[in-house]
Every structure is written in C-alpha cells, then in structure tokens.
C-alpha cells in the first residue's frame, strides 16, 4: 500500500501554531506589497474563497478583516525535515514531493507497523504531539489514488482505498480530480464527454494517445488501475531557483545587482545545503509588460559559493540591453555535482581552485550562523566591485538614491513589526535596517530609489500587523554606496 501525506494549510497553520490568538481566525501567509499573491490560507480564510496564489487584494476585498502574516521558510524547512523524519520511521521509502506532502511505500512493514489505517493514525498522533499540527492521510493500493484519497476528507483526514474498492473509485472519480488533468486538458475532456476516470476506458488506447500523446497513455493506465511510478526516496534535485516579484517597476542596475545578489546567497545556500556544486548559472527577468527573458551560462568549473553564482549572475545581466522596466528578478542553478566528486581544474580559470575553495569555506560558515541565529543576522557584502548604474537610460534620468532615518512611536516594538517591516523594504528594492530602541520606539535607516522611499514612508505610517503607529519622524541622513542590503538590527 502507499501512504500519501499532506500537510493541511501548512504554512498558515504554522503560523497559527507559533501565534495563539489568531487560532480560528482568518489568516494567509504573503507579502504586503501590491503585487503580492497568497501563498498559504488557512481553512478559516477558505471559507471566504481565498486560495493559494491569489493576489492579495483580492483576499481583502473577500474577507477585510483577513489577518496577513509575512511567514518565514526557514521555520517551515524546519518543520518540514522533522514531519519527513517522523515518515521514515514508519518506512524507508519515503519520497518528499514537496514542502508540506510525501509519500511512502508501506508494503512489507505491516508486521512493525500495522495495517495502513493503524499506520495512518500513528503518523497522525505523531505529528500532532511533536509538531502540534494535522495532517491529511489517503492509502491506496497505487500512487495516484493515494493522493487523490489525502484529499477528500481534509483537513485532518484519512481515508483508506482498499483493492476492492479501486473499481469503484475510479469508475465514479471526477476526471477533473486527476493529477495533470488541467483547464486544456478539460476542454478536451468535454468534446469526447469524459466526465470520470471511467469513461476513458470506453476509448481506444490509439485515440487518446492521438489526443493527448504520451498522457493519454497514461491515462488509460490509470482508468485501469495502474500506476507503475516507484516511491523514490532519493530523487536528486535537478535545479534551484529563487526570484522576488517587486511592489514597484525598477530599472535601476544598481537596484536589480542588489536583487541578484539577495537570490543568489539565497540559491547558494541551498545548494550548499544538498552539499552539492553546480556548473550552469541563469537569471530570470519579467517585465513590466509582464513579458520575460532567461539567459543561462554553462561553465568550465564547478561551483558552490554564492559570490561566485553572483558573478556569473551580474555577467548575465550586463551582456542585456535592457530597455524596459523590470518587475521580477531570479537566479537558478542547475547541472548538480556532488561537492566531494573530484573534478578536472582549468589551467585559465578567472581565480584560483583555493580561493574558489576558501569563498565556499566562508560561505559555509555564514549558513552555520544563519542556521542559528536566524536568518537576518549576517548578509553578504557590497556592490563595489561592479558596474555602478549610469545617470540615464537612453535620454531619460535614472532618479537617484537618497537615504533618511526614520523614527516610529506608538504600540511598534516587537519581531512581527522588524520582519514585515524588512520585507516591505525588500520588496521596494531598499537598503539599510530596523531595530528596536531603548526608548519604545523603532529607528529604520531607507536607503534607494526617491519614489520608493516614499512609499515605503506611507507603509510605515500605516504600521505592521497589530501595531499602532502614533508618529513617524523623518530626517534626512547621506547616501552610503557600500549599504546595499535591508537587516534587521537588534
């Protein structure tokens, strides 16, 4: 049998966990900014119809008393190795297909763990008393029911497909529930008058091949009841990426260096994490138009330490005439090594094999503190040693940066205020920090484009979640060229 775990609403459900009071309210996990989408609901924002990757001003219009949290991945990654290291102790297949679901091959363990219903209702209670939070299990005899099952009596569910009961299932499921069936898909669905998984068994293998190539076939396999694909413990990763939807049109290169800089220590990191290296390097870039381009690099050398992404980054970037407004930034990896396979050095390389050595040891030690202390307590250093931005793009002035110090009074002090108050400056492309003053108040430091600060003046007078803004006062302060990232100060 195979056991499909998934998380219910678990980003939010983490945040409830960690923050009492809003248990049974309406909460989602996202930014602040305008452009910002949902990335978790809970049940109770549910009910409003809010849903993963809505934007977020339309979850206000449905719900205005929706309660924003900001989240943090690096609490929900670990919570998450926790959750997967409950799984293995009830199989040692076990197959992470993403943050918050797995599945697990239970066949021959039935002797250490009981029947699927009782395994089921173990890892439940496991999961509950070390974590405090629920989960929905489905089992069934193949994979693709397996996840179909853990989705029908969330949240907190568990529901059993027994090999007697397939037939049944299948004949009667809603071909819209079918993992890969999508609007297109759909479409199709509907002009051949395939309402459930049933009815394609009343169709000619060579027909929905010719309908659907290889999905067809497929789809035929599972109205059968078959699914030959393994639980595999190990699948290696084949890229990392990480990207930032901004709440303002930047085109600024000194703005989108800095954005590339951030993704790739965030890329870096966890790349190091799977103690891997890589050889290809790519940024993504949307525009204002909503239109995007990728480029990507392969390189002679392997690689791991975020500088070193970066640079190839920033080379990327520079090989661009960008004439357009830029409202995305990413970085990605890809073409994985392990960090122990010897490997060929080039007798040209740009830097020596141990100074490439020596800024890998140096980025491993910063993961080590930022596993630690958190994630704000060190950042990676300046842009000086690239191209600084021009003063105009083709005829039109770049407005240029300014600073000023802020102080805020009122009901502000505490972690929710620093941490929205630092993605709120990420997202408009800011630099400088937030911290807590011996005074009640908190001093934030905006350094960036005039226009965004702006903005960023308008949120701060509005307040993070359940602060009170009395006054915030303003002074100018001068520009300083090597403070490119936004820190929270202590």
Known sequence: ?????????????????????????????????????????????????????????????????????????????????????????????????????????????EKLIGTPEQAAKKIKTEIVNQLALTCSVGAAPVRFLAKIASDMNKPDGLTIISPMAMAQVIDTLPISKVPGVGAQAMAQMKSLHIETLGDVKKFDPKLLKNKFGSFGQRLFQLAKGIDPTPIEPERPRKSISGEVTLSRDISDPREVKSLLLAQAHRVGNELRTYNQRCRKVGIKLKFSDFSQITRGKTLETWISSSNAIFDQAVSLYDDLNITKKIRLVGVGVSEFQDRETPVQLSLFADETPQNSRQWEDVDR??????????????????????????????????????????TITGRVQGVCFRHETQLAARDRGLSGHVRNMPNGSVQALFQGNQENIQDMLTWCRKGATFSEVKDVNIRPVSVDPALTHFEIGY
Do not use: W
Not at 388 to 405: Q, T
């Open 1 to 109: 049998m195979i056991l499909h775990v998934d998380m219910d609403a678990f980003f939010a459900s983490v945040e409830q966990r960690d923050t009492p009071e809003l248990l049974g309210k309406p909460v989602i996990v996202a930014g602040h900014s305008g452009r910002s989408v949902v990335s978790a609901a809970s049940y109770e924002a549910r009910k409003f119809g809010i849903h993963s990757a809505m934007p977020v001003f339309q979850a206000r219009q449905k719900c205005p008393h929706l309660i924003i949290q900001p989240g943090s991945r690096e609490k929900y990654v670990r919570d998450s190795r926790k959750i997967m290291a409950i799984l293995r102790q009830f199989s040692p297949l076990v197959e992470p297909v993403s943050i918050d679901e797995a599945f697990l091959d239970i066949t021959g363990c």
């Open 365 to 406: 030690v910063m993961d080590s503190v930022l596993a630690k202390f958190g994630p704000d307590v060190l950042n990676k250093a300046n842009l000086k040693n690239h191209k600084i931005s021009p003063k105009y793009i083709g005829d039109r002035k770049v407005n240029p940066l300014c600073a000023v110090e802020v």
